[in-house]
């Protein structure tokens, strides 16, 4: 009998604990919650942090976020209105506003990422297809700075823009707002992550970078060229100017030399005659020395100033 009891007790304190928990519960500061009765809503959302009451086993606490939640696209091929078709990738932040219509329209946050998605995608694709490539890229009109890289244009200008990109986001966030206007959220932010150009049109455009740099090398080269050229005739001519500047006063000082020994010649022959005696002798003794040797066999005539002396030099 006391075994009776004591399970009976035990089972009416196991299902009493059981009602407790499925009549109290708990909204913290980052929740909040709609009840539900057979699936469908009960009330009002409760959003005031603290324990609250149910109808145990009936109705049933569902829990939502109250912070900002965070929606991350997939990239997307999208064409411009230039015609230059780029992959987009979002993302956005987002927040429940009112939980009961969240309820109601979306059930959950996955039917929220869903529907985000929708909205998202399609207004970032209208947005984009109504720019050119160039208002999406650029946030504001500025005049490029040189920054001195080798191939760079001097006077190279941007064309100006209408909206650019910070514009283009606005008004995403603001179309998309008005489309979610009755989901029970609110949309933060819609940022651009990344933009990129398609593999084809990526294609393209290193082709057309690679041609730039070679045309922009031809040119460097070409330059190169026309300085060494010119580089090389400055050489030559100041080789020539330097060699006829060299050449002038050798022959400069070849003629002083010369005038000089014509003067010293002119006035050793204007000496006394034993003076120019002992002069012709000496150049003459200065002559046999250079010509001749103890091998050599010469015939002169006896008319010529070396017979003379050869003749005083044998008898003495």
């Not at 080789?239 to 070849?254: C, D, G, H, N, V």
């Not at 250079?290 to 006896?302: A, L, N």
């Amino acid at each position: 009998m006391n075994y009776k009891k004591i399970i009976l007790g035990l089972t009416l304190a196991v299902f009493a604990l059981i009602v407790i928990l499925e009549t109290v519960y708990m909204i913290t500061e980052t929740e909040q919650v709609v009840i539900t009765q057979f699936g469908k809503p009960v009330g009002d959302a409760k959003v005031t942090p603290g324990l609250n009451l149910k109808i145990p086993f009936i109705q049933r606490v569902n829990y939502f976020e109250k912070r900002f939640m965070e929606w991350d696209g997939d990239a997307n091929q999208v064409p411009t209105k230039d015609k230059k078709f780029i992959y987009v990738d979002t993302y956005a932040r987002w927040q429940i506003t009112d939980p009961l219509q969240f309820f109601k329209r979306l059930t959950d946050e996955r039917g929220a990422q869903s529907r985000l998605a929708d909205i998202l995608d399609g207004e970032t694709r209208d947005f984009i297809a109504n720019h050119d490539l160039e208002e999406v890229v650029r946030s504001v009109n500025r005049t490029p700075v040189p920054s001195g890289s080798i191939g760079e244009e001097v006077g190279d200008t941007l064309s100006d823009i209408n909206e650019g990109r910070l514009r283009i986001q606005e008004r995403i966030l603001e179309s998309s707002n008005e489309k979610a206007g009755d989901l029970g959220i609110i949309i933060l932010d819609v940022r651009i992550k990344r933009l990129n150009y398609v593999t084809e049109v990526q294609t393209q455009v290193y082709e057309r970078m690679k041609s730039e740099r070679y045309r922009i090398a031809e040119k460097f080269r070409s330059e190169g060229l026309g300085e060494a050229s010119k580089i090389n005739g400055e050489k030559e001519r100041d080789l020539k100017t330097i060699q006829s500047e060299a050449y002038r006063k050798a022959e400069e000082i070849r003629g002083e030399a010369d005038a000089r020994a014509t003067a010293v010649y002119a006035g050793a022959y204007n000496q006394s005659a034993a003076s120019r005696n002992l002069y012709s002798f000496m150049k003459s003794m200065e002559t046999f020395e250079k010509t001749f040797d103890t091998t050599t066999t010469i015939i002169i005539s006896t008319r010529s100033e070396l017979y003379k002396y050869l003749i005083n030099i044998s008898q003495h």
